[in-house]
Nanobody, 114 residues
Framework: QGQLVESGGGLVQPGGSLRLSCTASINNFANYAMGWFRQAPGKRRELVARVNNLGYQYYPDPELGGRFAISRDTTTKTLYLQMNNLKPEDTAVYYC???????WGRGTQVTVSS
């Protein structure tokens, strides 16, 4: 209970795409806001995108919002992050989080390099 498992990371060339998934083992998944965060080496963990229980999406950085898309499937309790036109500066460990709880995944590495 309370487990989040990310998958879908990997090595991709600049301009490529990846789709991250986060499978949640929590009760009342549909009631929670969920978010994707990332942390690059030597930098603070930052919010990439979040989606509330009504499906409303928020991207703190509009530039990321133009390339990334967060979504959720309440039936399978899965959170997604579609990442397009990836850039080297997107390289980081990406984490899934249940907003306003202590639930975090262990992260999945995304590396954008030629």
């Amino acid at each position: 209970q309370g487990q989040l498992v990310e998958s879908g990371g990997g090595l991709v060339q600049p301009g490529g795409s990846l789709r991250l998934s986060c499978t949640a083992s929590i009760n009342n998944f549909a009631n929670y806001a969920m978010g994707w965060f990332r942390q690059a080496p030597g930098k603070r963990r930052e919010l990439v995108a979040r989606v509330n229980n009504l499906g409303y999406q928020y991207y703190p950085d509009p530039e990321l919002g133009g390339r990334f898309a967060i979504s959720r499937d309440t039936t399978t309790k899965t959170l997604y992050l579609q990442m397009n036109n990836l850039k080297p500066e997107d390289t980081a460990v990406y984490y899934c989080h249940v907003i306003e709880t202590s639930y975090w995944g262990r992260g999945t590495q995304v590396t954008v390099s030629s």
